[in-house]
């Protein structure tokens, strides 16, 4: 038992030295590395291209939505479509039907888009 505490006791005391001789070294070479990495930070922050802010262009104009109705078709197609889906802005306006309902196109001869998504 006397035997662990002489070796905790050396090392105890090694520690004190350790830190009373190094300490301040040690402290010093680590504000002069921090220092030289914020340095090398502030470097590259002004190496970077600002930022700038434009508008972005339009790619294309927004579609008013029709009220009348829906679900949209094409007179010359046979499927039918959400106003958002991305195949129903491909139908010309003077082609477009509008309907009330999914069942009001079925009856009118149309089947759902199957690239249009929540259609039955």
């Not at 505490?5 to 002069?32: C, M, R, S, T, Y």
């Amino acid at each position: 038992m006397a035997s662990i505490q002489e070796a905790w006791l050396k090392i105890k005391n090694w520690a004190d030295i350790a830190v009373g001789e190094w300490g301040l070294l040690l402290v010093v070479l680590l504000v002069a590395l921090g220092s030289f990495g914020l340095g090398r930070l502030s470097v590259l922050e002004t190496v970077r291209p600002p930022v700038s802010i434009t508008n972005a262009p339009t790619i294309a104009e927004p579609r008013g939505m029709n009220i009348g109705g829906l679900i949209v078709a094409s007179r010359t197609g046979s499927a039918y479509y959400f106003p958002w889906c991305a195949s129903a802005a491909k139908i010309a306006p003077q082609n477009q039907i509008w309907f009330a309902s999914e069942e009001k196109a079925r009856q009118a001869g149309y089947a759902p888009a199957k690239n249009c998504k929540g259609l039955k």
